[in-house]
């Protein structure tokens, strides 16, 4: 579907799940997760950036976050979790790539992450110029390694009514272990519980204004040090 920004996502119509804001798709991952993260300022500054993503869904998050480490000439290590990696025709479809300015990196990225025998096997590494990705197709929650020395953490799961177990305070502490001090869990989610449990679990929690024609506010965590 186009949302209102222009830029597209996808809706499953039998759960009516979204991966994006209808608002605007492009819109919300600039903000919530490239600018409330501080990635975006850090990758202008030309600084190597630790991202972990929980949902790499369509690709968005990672494809606008690579764009800005290609612009910022920056070292970008980015890992993101998918237990359900879309089938190429539908990623294709999007075309993502169009959003940018580095085309050529978006081609290889999709060559390589659309004819990778090695998803099959749960997991991709690749680099492309100074952005490297390592896509991991197990779900996230099965999982005991995860990168550490993180800046920040894009947690884009589904609702926590949806998927509780992507909420939950067990995964909470172990994404408080892997950040850096300073860095930060951004999200969509304001749910008083939510805040309340990562404040319990060490993150100083801020609500944040949300983006422009979207959710009113959202959330930045941060690790406190
Ligand atoms: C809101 S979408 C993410 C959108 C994405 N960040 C983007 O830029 O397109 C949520 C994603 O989380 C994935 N997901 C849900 N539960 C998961 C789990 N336990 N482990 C890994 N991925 C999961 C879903 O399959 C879905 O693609």
């Given at each position: 579907m186009v949302t209102d920004d222009g830029s597209r996502t996808l809706l499953d119509s039998d759960s009516s799940l979204?991966?994006?804001s209808e608002s605007g798709a492009l819109a919300?991952?600039?903000?919530?997760?490239?600018?409330?993260?501080?990635?975006?300022?850090?990758?202008q500054q030309g600084k190597v950036t630790r991202v972990l993503e929980i949902g790499f869904g369509t690709g968005l998050c990672f494809w606008l976050t690579a764009s800005a480490a290609c612009r910022g000439k920056a070292q970008l290590d980015y890992t993101?979790?998918?237990?359900?990696?879309?089938?190429a025709t539908v990623l294709a479809q999007l075309n993502h790539g169009e959003i940018g300015e580095c085309q050529p990196a978006y081609d290889?990225?999709?060559?390589?992450?659309?004819?990778?025998?090695?998803?099959?096997?749960?997991e991709l590494s690749c680099r492309v110029d100074s952005v490297s990705?390592?896509?991991?197709?197990?779900?996230v929650t099965d999982t005991t390694k995860l990168p550490g020395a993180l800046d920040a953490v894009f947690h884009d799961p589904f609702s926590p009514e949806a998927t509780p177990e992507m909420w939950?305070?067990?995964?909470?502490?172990?994404?408080?272990?892997?950040?850096?001090?300073?860095?930060?869990?951004?999200?969509?989610?304001?749910?008083?519980?939510?805040?309340r449990l990562l404040g319990h679990v060490g993150?100083?929690?801020?609500?944040?204004?949300?983006?422009?024609?979207?959710?009113?506010?959202?959330?930045v965590a941060t690790r406190p040090g």
């Open positions: 979204a991966w994006h919300e991952s600039r903000h919530v997760y490239l600018d409330n993260s501080g990635v975006n300022q850090r990758l993101s979790f998918e237990h359900r990696l879309m089938p290889r990225f999709s060559t390589l992450i659309l004819d990778s025998p090695d998803l099959a096997t749960g990705l390592n896509l991991v197709t197990r779900d939950s305070q067990e995964l909470f502490v172990r994404l408080f272990g892997q950040l850096k001090p300073q860095g930060r869990l951004v999200t969509y989610c304001v749910k008083s519980s939510i805040q993150f100083e929690v801020s609500k944040k204004k949300g983006p422009p024609g979207g959710k009113r506010e959202v959330l």
